[in-house]
Nanobody
């Protein structure tokens, strides 16, 4: 699976962005998908995850209620809708895939994933 993230950019605090991650390969629909982010000088951290069929989602506390992860298996794409953005959301956002049907995998927030995208930069100005 190859992952291509897009949709990043510069936005003012309080604004919104939608990130997309397009996947190639036949295992997308059987993969747990997740978004991570890495701010300058900080470690990469978990943001959100969605199970293979979209039935289960999980969010980091820092984004809960503001971000929504979704997927379209027909389009091999996962999305991250980000609302009420804050300057502390500034980071490079990465999508990741883990090949599993286990819905509980959304609660795995570690960095051990089968595939990673290249990242897209989100900058939130105050």
């Amino acid at each position: 699976v190859q992952l291509q993230a897009s949709g990043g950019g510069l936005v003012q605090a309080g604004g919104s962005l939608r990130l997309s991650c397009a996947a190639s390969g036949r295992t997308f629909s059987s993969s747990r998908m997740a978004w991570f982010r890495q701010a300058p000088g900080k470690e990469r951290e978990f943001v959100a995850a969605i199970s293979w069929n979209g039935g289960t989602t999980h969010y980091a506390d820092s984004v809960k209620g503001r971000f929504t992860i979704s997927r379209d298996n027909a389009k091999n794409t996962v999305y991250l809708q980000m609302n009420s953005l804050k300057p502390e959301d500034t980071a490079v956002y990465y999508c990741a895939a883990k090949n599993t049907y286990y819905s509980g995998s959304v609660y795995y927030t570690g960095l051990s994933n089968d595939y990673w995208g290249q990242g897209t930069l989100v900058t939130v100005s105050s």
